[in-house]
């Protein structure tokens, strides 16, 4: 579930400056936010293993926890960006955050020639071209900010709180609107430990 979220949480490389300070906050272990209980009442699945992981680049230190349930597709990933508090070059996760989904918080109108673009497309590539193009889906009553963003496995949920952001995403058969109402308590549970 990460590698194909990697590109918004931060793992690409801005060539903006950042306009607000780094944080101070020291490391937080993604796995120490939700507890398996919690994942347990919220999937219906007890979890069976749970695995950290933690990836710098000089900016931010991203660290994430995969929650192993059982069925497996209703296992939990839980992702927090946060500044690298080990790095002289620690950018805030607020400004990657503007720059990621800033231009989402009004009306998202389509370019021109978008339509004309759909019109030469087939059926099956207007598919696939929509769900490439989709933009995240503000989410309200989480955080300071939140964004669903979907694709052909699911989505994910992205929440900023103060100086960090996390990702959720959980497996599972759902609708869209199940999987977001999922996601969002368990989110709500994580940054209830921030």
């Not at 992205?158 to 959720?168: G, N, T």
Request: charged letters at 30%; hydrophobic letters at 30%; aromatic letters at 6%.
């Amino acid at each position: 579930m990460f590698v194909a979220l990697c590109g918004v949480s931060g793992c690409r490389k801005s060539n903006t400056t950042s306009t607000s300070a780094p944080s101070h906050r020291p490391k937080i272990d993604a796995c120490t936010l939700i507890t398996n209980d919690e994942i347990q009442a919220i999937q219906g699945a007890a979890v069976k293993d749970t695995k950290s992981s933690e990836n710098n680049d000089g900016r931010f230190r991203i660290a994430q926890c995969f929650y192993t349930v059982d069925p497996f597709n209703k296992s939990v990933s839980l992702a927090l960006t946060q500044s690298d508090p080990a790095s002289s070059n620690a950018k805030n996760p607020k400004d990657f955050w503007k720059e990621s989904f800033g231009r989402y918080e009004g009306k998202v109108e389509e370019e021109e020639g978008d339509e004309q673009k759909k019109k030469s497309l087939g059926e099956r590539e207007r598919e696939e071209e929509g769900e490439k193009s989709r933009p995240p889906k503000k989410i309200e009553g989480v955080g300071d900010a939140a964004f669903w963003t979907a694709n052909r496995m699911g989505g994910a949920l992205y929440v900023l709180k103060s100086d960090v952001y996390i990702r959720v995403s959980v497996g599972g058969p759902e609708a869209e609107d199940a999987m977001i109402k999922r996601c969002k308590a368990l989110a709500e549970k994580a940054l209830s430990r921030l």
